[in-house]
């Protein structure tokens, strides 16, 4: 007897790590993906695989497995079809709005800004190469370009001059999701740092974890820790504005609210209802750890705390070429650098294959200092070697 069914949309190592969480509590999971054994239907009772982007694949799935809930865990998915389903009574996590509203750039930053009147950056969008370059003009140059559709900062880039804007354009438009070329263009912001805050909306009322910050290179996380050092000012404000989103999406679950700070000011900049990547720092951090968190709100199962370890990292474990034949050296290398009340562990994905500069695995650690783990979470990192051709 299963506590509940919940199917997955999108299987990749959130997914993983959600899976393993669901089935410690005696759930049926139904882990769905673009291509075969991908990480989490490694651990799950049942695979499909389809475009997420195919509404009528997505809705076949739905009602061959009947799930309790249905938990997307990436944004290329056809949302329409969600909001379908949800309106037939399938429940969606955290809800089909929630999803609707943060696959898209455009949807979050209108309802953000024009809506709930969060701080934001200057933006504009654009649906050509021109209108980049004019929205740019009135934005003000340096500028960061985006498409709309995307994940993980993939096609972002900054551009000082006219010339580079329409190069950035054309690189978003290479990089982006779905069939919609469309950027936004927005304000450059010297920030002092960027955070992630874990906001986890509950039946009981709304729950925030330690915030946590982030280095980007090349449009993705490279190292996260916990916690972020924010003046009170910068926290109350990151606080308030997560929650004000939270609430007017709806539903129960984790969203990763991103924010850049700025001295005493948390600048609203991105949102993804469900599990973050920079979150993954949670599995040797705290208590529940940001799956488990998911997993017991969308259940409505209590919470009656979040217990943070101490200072915590997380530093990706990069892949450098393509190749469906690779192996792993350096494990026992990069466990050894955990010490006594300072531990190291390791998360490899078991991706089918690498991608130059796909994610294949985290190293995590814990120490004295946020300085101190993020040393040793990167020493750990870069002691796992990828042996291509094996």
């Known amino acids: 007897m299963y506590l509940a069914t919940l199917m997955l949309l999108g299987s990749g190592e959130l997914g993983r790590e959600f899976a393993i969480a669901a089935k410690r509590l005696g759930c049926r999971v139904i882990a769905c993906d673009r291509y075969a054994d991908a990480p989490a239907m490694q651990v799950a009772d049942a695979a499909e695989v389809f475009s997420m982007l195919d509404g009528k694949a997505l809705k076949a799935a739905v009602k061959k497995h009947k799930p309790d809930v249905i938990v997307p865990e990436i944004e290329a998915i056809d949302t329409a079809a969600l909001a379908a389903?949800?309106?037939?009574?399938?429940?969606v996590a955290p809800s089909a709005k929630a999803v609707q509203l943060t696959m898209n750039r455009d949807?979050?930053?209108?309802f953000a800004a024009r809506e709930l009147g969060l701080t934001t950056s200057r933006y504009l969008f654009a649906q050509s190469r021109d209108e980049a370059i004019a929205a740019a003009g009135t934005v003000g140059l340096p500028c960061v370009i985006k498409p709309v559709m995307s994940s993980s900062g993939k096609?972002?880039?900054v551009a000082e001059t006219n010339e580079e804007v329409g190069e950035a354009w054309d690189h978003a438009v290479a990089n982006m999701r779905g069939d919609r070329p469309r950027v936004i263009v927005e304000e450059y912001i010297a920030f002092d740092s960027e955070i992630t805050l874990l906001t986890v909306a509950t039946k009981d009322g709304i729950l925030f974890c330690p915030p946590i910050g982030h280095r980007q290179e090349a449009g993705d996380y490279r190292e996260s820790w916990q916690p972020a050092a924010l003046t009170e000012g910068a926290h109350f404000?990151?606080?308030?504005?997560?929650?004000?989103i939270v609430e007017a999406l709806g539903g129960d679950g984790i969203f990763g609210v991103e924010f850049f700070i700025c001295g005493d000011k948390a600048i609203f900049s991105e949102l993804s209802p469900r599990p973050h990547d920079t979150g993954m720092v949670t599995l040797i951090s705290q208590s529940p750890n940001e799956f488990e968190l998911h997993l017991r709100a969308i259940l409505g199962l209590p919470i009656p705390s979040i217990e943070f370890a101490g200072p915590s990292a997380s530093a990706v474990v990069l892949a450098t070429q393509d190749s469906a034949k690779f192996s792993f050296d350096g494990i026992s290398k990069a466990l050894a650098q955990g010490a006594p009340q300072r531990p190291v562990d390791l998360r490899l994905f078991a991706k089918p294959a690498t991608l130059k500069n796909r994610r294949m695995g985290v190293a995590l650690a814990r120490d004295d200092t946020v300085e101190n783990a993020v040393a040793r979470a990167k020493s750990a990192a870069a002691r796992v070697v990828i042996r291509y051709g094996k």
Do not use: T
């Open 155 to 157: 096609g972002q880039s």
């Open 85 to 91: 389903l949800e309106k037939d009574g399938w429940r």
């Open 107 to 110: 949807g979050i930053r209108d």
């Open 237 to 244: 404000s990151a606080r308030h504005q997560a929650r004000k």
